[in-house]
């Protein structure tokens, strides 16, 4: 397994608990025990996971889970609570956790969750790559070209990207404009959103 899972706890029981339960399964864990330090530590290890405890000494968890979502968002955060109201788990799911775990809990339960969390981020972690190649492939930097009206076009069609309108590309057979609407496409913010049915 590539990168580690990283576990910000302040009970150092919980902590040796974790990690050897995650360890037996094969996982890389690194610990910290405050939120100041779990979030260098996620900017200098690249977890792929994190088991994050609501109740840090320096600030609650959710703040920490915020802050991490908005940075990385291919990091799965793992809720580890023991006396938080139902209302302020659904409020951490809704910021961008990926599940919860309540303590004191049980290996096997540890285990799935964390295992569920490091498949998503390994997953979302491809789609991100397959996003850039398909950008490579499709986007902007396709078109060549170092004229005025190109580089005009190109200005064009990057503003069209950024923004949430529809487009609609006119002009003659021939002239490019699949080739606009696929680059338009490719650079765009929604490439990796899917339409229902």
């Avoid at 910290?32 to 330090?37: K, M, Q, R, V, Y």
């Avoid at 991490?68 to 109201?85: G, K, M, N, W």
């Avoid at 809990?105 to 997953?123: H, I, K, Y």
Wanted: aromatic letters at 2%; hydrophobic letters at 35%; a negative charge.
């Amino acid at each position: 397994m590539d990168r580690p899972i990283l576990v910000i706890d302040d009970d150092p029981d919980l902590l040796r608990l974790v990690r050897f339960e995650l360890e037996r399964e094969g996982f890389p864990v690194e610990v910290s025990t405050s939120g100041a330090e779990g979030e260098q530590r996620v900017s200098e290890l690249r977890p792929r996971v994190v088991l994050l405890d609501l109740g840090l000494p320096d600030v609650h968890g959710s703040e920490v889970l915020s802050r991490l979502t908005q940075r990385e968002p291919d990091l799965s955060v793992v809720i580890l609570t023991a006396d938080e109201s139902p209302e302020e788990v659904v409020r951490c799911m809704r910021i961008g956790a990926t599940d919860y775990v309540v303590k004191p809990f049980d290996g096997p339960r540890l285990t799935t969750s964390v295992r569920n969390a490091w498949e998503r981020s390994r997953l979302q972690s491809r789609l991100v790559d397959l996003s850039d190649e398909l950008r490579g492939r499709h986007g902007l930097q396709r078109l060549l070209g170092d004229s005025q009206p190109v580089r005009r076009a190109v200005e064009l069609l990057q503003r069209a990207a950024a923004s949430d309108v529809t487009v609609l590309l006119g002009g003659e057979s021939g002239t490019g404009k699949e080739v606009a609407a696929r680059a338009i496409h490719a650079e765009s913010p929604r490439r990796t959103t899917t339409n229902g049915p």
